[in-house]
């Protein structure tokens, strides 16, 4: 028999050092990663020193949860793992061939046919390293079919009674009813103008939904309206707070903190936020609400949870809560379960959540699709009649509801079963930002649907749209055409290829400038190497980097994949050869002028957040001996600093790499006039509908579609991504 082999006659499984030799063998064809085997191995080896018995099953399951947390599963249901292993761990004849004389490792799907479901979920309850209840803390949980690290349960499980102890129970409806609804409905009448109600009855019942309920989620699309919308619900909280009377006979006012996952994300929240507050007429609404009121300065979670870097916890925690009454999160999709949960548990219990962000973009990069699972049916607006008669007393406007039987069949059991959930989510179905006749707009709408309109994808690639580009580049191409016709592309923009030549648009009354590549900030910088001198004020150097950060980022390229000729590696490369002269790069070395730099870590030494851009200029400083000299200097906008520069030394910058490219899971949260999408030469699992969503959705103005052929793209929109989770906030 050879090592790789499991004696399956005397148990099904083997023993468990037998399970672990077959994990090794998975682990040689790269079946499970390195971390997946140690953890496995640990659990057996902790077991065995405490001269417990470990159930084999639970050794090899171990290490499969592990591996399925790196894709952001929360949990494996065992169910569908029985139904499909191959989709858990499939081993291709091919990537066993370099296993010379051995034999192919044993599939799971060989392995499972020896047992049942059933006796699998029996070992599991037996077994001393997986427990079935809260209370007891064994490495893994099972709940029903679900098997998880344990770790990972509790994380679900603090966030699913966090959100269940915030909904309101029919008593607290009534007592809202009786003291409050009076102030929501003036307020809701102050803030939303008749002329705009048209199209902002989905925004006044995000209001009244979220104005009653200690957890609410605000979720829409892009430019539907989320800052907005959630400006006035607190607006409307502070008129109510300041119109009910407290027991001493004063109005009182509520503590809000506005954050979001990423510094990116927490600065254009910031912009946008201070532009709506200005607008709110304040002087209207009863309960005397100020200006001052609501916040207007967005942190990141990290900071707003006291973060003591990396795996030290966080200063506000369960036994030193926050002293805010109401808590903010834009940009929810991205926050992952481990930081919902310490989220959760940071807050007093009567403080309020709300969630804001777009349910369909891609959930967050570690494990876990808290905002996406919890807001699933949010399109069908799934009320109650109850709900959809307090909607209607307090908007004027009745809520258009789609019973289940109208749900498509994948959504409706979610859907019910999140029935109590589903009566504090609000969606947003009206995008302010795009008519409906911007490709952006429509292709946004086509992806999520998840099904080709051939008429729209003829505008695409005939254009025909306006504000939107397809590019067949082939970078295989023996003639280099592929390659040159992309290169042609990121130093203009090419608007010669968008309809009118990108002139003449408008957007919100706003005229658009026509598109830009990254020619545009290269162009800024060579100027100001004839205007700024030695003698140049901080303020003047300040101002330059102020630009060129601004200008490049109305541009980005982005990309679904890291690796491969489409990805991020090689497109950083085949852009710095063809947009820096080789002279440059010769006399300036790694750190030349025009590098754009993302930090890829957080540095809390240096307050930099993951995520942040900053650009090489070379600038004129004073050195030690006091004389002047041209020097390559990092510059970054502050985010804790009202937007001011800042300017670092390249060898204090230890996690940073250039940015020509990035992918589209780092580009969630930011924006850019811009977006130019490069898809990869073959079908990829990690090419997904939500991919593609968050990609184009990150253009405002422009989007080009670079690939090389078009099934690419055809086939990513019919690939959702389903996280497993066992998030449940109905009982
Ligand atoms: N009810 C409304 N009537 C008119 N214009 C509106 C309304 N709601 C929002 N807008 C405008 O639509 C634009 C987008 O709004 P907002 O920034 O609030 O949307 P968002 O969903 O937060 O956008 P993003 O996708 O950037 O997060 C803004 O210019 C805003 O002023």
Redesign the pocket.
Known sequence: MSQFELDLTASPLGSASECLQLLTSWRRVDAIRPLDLAFASQLAQMCEAAKLRIEPITVLLSAIASQHLSDGHVCIDLRKMFERPERFINIAPASSQHLVAEQAPINLRQLLASTSLSQCLKSLESCCAVSTSAQNMAPLALKGTRLYLSRYYHYELKIAQGIRARLPTPSDINAFSHDCAGALKQAIDVLFEQK?RL??AS?MHACALAARSRFAIIT?G????????VVKLLAALQSIAGSVTASDGAGKKLNIALAAPTGKAAARLNQ?ISS?VKRLPLAQLPGHVGVNDIPQKVSTLHRILGSRGASQGFTYNKHNPLAIDVLVIDEASMVDVSMMAAVIEALKPDARLILLGDKDQLASVDAGAVLGQLAEGAHLNNYSKDTSNYLEAMTGVPALVQSDAQAPNDQASKVSTNKTLAQNVAM?NHS??FDANSGIGQLAKMVNRGALDSRLLDDLNNKRLADALSLQSDFSKEDGAGIQAFVDHIKDGSPRMFANEGKGRMQ?NQHIEPPVGYGAYLSLLDAAQSELRPDSSDEQWDALAQKVLDCFQRFQVLSAMRNGPYGVEALNIMMQKALIPAAKLAAQGSFYEGRPLLVTRNDYNLGLTNGDVGMVIWRYVTNKQGKSERVARVAFESEQDDGKIRWFSPSRLLEVETVFAMTVHKSQGS?FEHACFVLPERVNPVVSKELVYTAITRAKYWISIVSPNDRIFKDAIKNPINRESGLEIDD
């Open positions: 705009d199209y902002a925004q829409g892009p430019g539907t309206g989320k800052t907005t919308t946008s709506s947003l302010f930002r919100n924006e």
